[in-house]
Every structure is written in structure tokens, then in C-alpha cells.
């Protein structure tokens, strides 16, 4: 196991409200990444925290947003749900002064209804 | 034209098969190449790094040619338990850690 956790497990909302997504971190990571995962696809980033800051974002609307906490846990809020926003939400754990490699949580499966 | 390609699949392979995965990159920038294992609904796990000069951890090979911007994984031996979907992963290099998945390739290994 990676041991980064993510909660909930399972989530349903309705279109027009707004969700909040947790992970906790690796121990020794200090960075964490947010992936979108639709059916079918590979899992596309949202964006990355680091130090409590966003440290680069990917072509997602400004309704998706984060923070990450000095523990160097973090948050993904999204607002105004669509239907399309239906997919597995991953968390990533990595350490900007280790390599590349970055280790995910169980995911968030989130349905929009 | 999408960062990362991967041929879908499915590859449907006998136990004991060799089989191979293919994958190109559009970005030669492009720093850090990675193989990662996705289980039917259950979270991208690292299968492996890849290197330049190529690397094997047990049944499972992985090869990178910069040159024409493509990445191999083969896997020797298959078992039952390597059906799952492999996804081919780049860092893009924009200073930024952030990881470009493909679409994954999924294995099938019938007995």
C-alpha cells in the first residue's frame, strides 16, 4: 500500500452543487497532485500543490479548485457540477526532491446526477 | 494528436505468453517515462521507471528510444494475475511535476 488515503470512497451529488474532496499524503511527500479519471481513460491532471501553493494547473475550469495543508494533506473543490464531472478522482503523493514517481490513493468515484 | 499513445487492446494472451506494449510520446522534452499497473476500478499502482539504457525487474522488460520518442513493456511468462490495464506515463518536463497518462493498454491472460 502507498499509504495515501483519499475520502470519501463513493460520492453521488446532484448537477449545480458543490463537492469537496480529501486526501492525505505519504509520509515524507510534501507535494500532491489531483488526476481526473473518466471511464475508459487515463487519468488527467488537475493540479499540483506544493508548500501550500498550487505549483501548476491542467485545462480545468476555475470551478475545480484545492488547497493543501501544512500537514501537506489537501482538499479538491469542485463547484457548479455537470454531468461530465462524473469520473474516479485521484490523489498523488510525491516528493519534489525525490524523483518523479508519484503513488495515488484509492481514488474518490464521484456521480453526478 | 494526443501526448502519449497506447494501442487499447485488448491483448488476449495465454499463460505462459510473451507479450508487448507499445507506446509513443509526443513532446521530446519530455524527462521521466513510467509504466503503471491499473487494476477494474482500483488506483494507478507504479509498475516500473523506464531508463534510457533499459531496465528488468523479474518477468517484466522496459525499453525507451529518445530518437523516435517511444516506450516498450514487455512482459515474459504472462500469469493470470497481469490482467489489468498498463498505462504508459510521461513527465512532460514544463517544470512542473505533473504526469501525462495514456489511455492504457489492457492485458487479458486466459488460462
Known amino acids: 500500500e502507498t499509504g495515501v488515503t483519499q475520502s470519501p470512497t463513493h460520492l453521488i451529488k446532484t448537477r449545480g452543487q458543490q463537492v469537496t474532496l480529501r486526501c492525505s499524503s505519504q509520509s515524507g511527500h510534501n507535494t500532491v497532485s489531483w488526476y481526473q479519471q473518466a471511464l475508459g481513460q487515463g487519468p488527467q491532471f488537475i493540479f499540483q500543490y506544493y508548500r501550500e501553493e498550487e505549483n501548476g494547473r491542467g485545462n480545468f475550469p476555475p470551478r475545480f479548485s484545492g488547497l493543501q495543508f501544512p500537514n501537506y494533506s489537501s482538499e479538491l473543490n469542485v463547484n457548479a457540477l455537470e454531468l461530465d464531472d462524473s469520473a474516479l478522482y485521484l490523489c498523488?503523493?510525491?516528493?519534489?526532491?525525490?524523483?518523479?514517481?508519484?503513488?495515488f490513493g484509492p481514488g474518490t468515484r464521484l456521480t453526478v446526477t | 494528436r494526443k501526448e502519449v499513445e497506447q494501442d487499447p487492446g485488448p491483448f488476449n494472451v495465454p499463460e505462459g505468453a510473451t507479450v508487448a506494449f507499445n507506446c509513443t510520446y509526443s513532446n521530446s522534452a519530455s524527462q521521466s517515462f513510467f509504466w503503471y499497473r491499473q487494476d477494474c476500478r482500483k488506483e494507478p499502482k507504479l509498475l516500473m521507471s523506464v531508463y534510457s539504457s533499459g531496465n528488468e525487474d523479474g518477468r517484466f522488460t522496459a525499453q525507451l528510444n529518445r530518437a523516435s520518442q517511444y516506450i516498450s513493456l514487455l512482459i515474459r511468462d504472462s500469469k493470470l494475475s497481469d490482467s489489468a490495464t498498463y498505462l504508459c506515463v510521461v513527465n512532460p518536463g514544463t517544470g512542473r511535476r505533473a504526469l501525462t497518462f495514456g489511455s492504457g493498454t489492457r492485458l487479458q491472460v486466459q488460462p
Open positions: 498523488a503523493s510525491s516528493s519534489l526532491t525525490g524523483g518523479y514517481e508519484q503513488y
